[in-house]
């Protein structure tokens, strides 16, 4: 089936499967896909249908996943998403609200960021995880958009060298706005490519950009290009790849929760970062992939693992550095990003124009209060302590969407605001 704006590729039966989702995440470090982590995936969707979702390419994946794995599935079907007006096609929102597995294939995540956010496909695609159980996965740049936080590429790919020379180079293009609301992954950004090119520079800028920008303990979750983590209901995360065959890796990467100091030293605009703290500033899990998926990671805690090593990864005047380390000492913590719009926190006027932004919201103790930009970009702040109400007034900001933040008792809550 052919349209102006989506082509579907449809393979098995046309008559819609109701089955109950199993859930669970696949991601996928974006070369080959690997059998034993796509069987799982295709498991998880209970012999459903299943939704490959992506803004180039054909139907490579059809026949792959509905036959050559083993793995009985009512359908395979993959809409190439042709512009952003297939966001609205009655069609492709059918299928997405049928589906009982959506996989991501790899493309330019800008497309999917400019295409799918903030319109029905997105909100459907989290309807279902949410309500239905839907397995969810993607590979490279399906893989990149899963976290809470995300590379959105909105300027292209940045290599690890040019980030750590400068964070605030127009090419790191880190998000926060509501995306595709994956478990687990709410206070996480993902990179894939893992070991060609190596991003482990670059990802460690995404997270010294988010702590000093949100001031969020966010976590990485990375996989080499032959590795994929399945992720299951219970927050276990397994490593398929052909290890001892091949060196297929993936990395669990956080602030070290052992420091009183956590941030980075040095992370402004046109500067190299820095972000060293005795060469501790971060730890890092590695597990390797094999064919069973035997070495794990626990993203309940995300200081616990089997069959990996700890390291100690950071970053001097601009440069990675890594070495071995034993187990972590405490228990990790970090802002759970949560996109909750139940939470009492009200912001006023809205739209704005000029003057005081009014803020109220609920809780207590320390807040911090951040007015962004949608490039993640900073442009006022004020941190309260046990006060429920307060007020920013910045300077004069050019019409467009603008993002403020809450960070509250661990959590971070958002809320858009629109400046005419």
Known sequence: MHGQVYTSYYTGNVNDTLVPG???????????????????FLRQCNGGDVLVLRASGSNGYNNYLYSQLGIEVNSVETIVCNSAQASYDPYVLQKISQAEGIWFAGGDQWDYVSYWRDTPVDSLINQGIAERQIVIGG???????????????????VTSGAALANPYTSKVTVDSNSFIRTPYLSNVITDTHYDNPDRKGRQITFLARIYTDWGAEARGIACDEYTALCIGTDGIAHAYGDYPDNDDNAWFIQTNCELETRGPEKCINGSPLIWDQQQTALKAYNIKGTNTGANTFDLNTFGSGTGGDWYNWYVTNGVFNSSESDRLHCQPSALEDIKDESFPFVVFPNPYHSGPIVINYAGYGSASIDLMDMQGRKIDAVTNSGVNTTTLTPAL??????ILSVALDHKRYTRKIIVY
């Open 22 to 40: 199993l859930g669970g995440v696949c991601m996928m470090g974006g070369a080959s896909e690997h059998d034993e982590a796509m069987k799982w």
């Open 139 to 157: 590979t490279s740049a399906g893989m990149a958009i899963l976290g809470g936080f995300y590379f959105s590429a909105k300027n292209g790919t």
């Open 397 to 402: 900001m050019q019409p467009g969407v603008y």
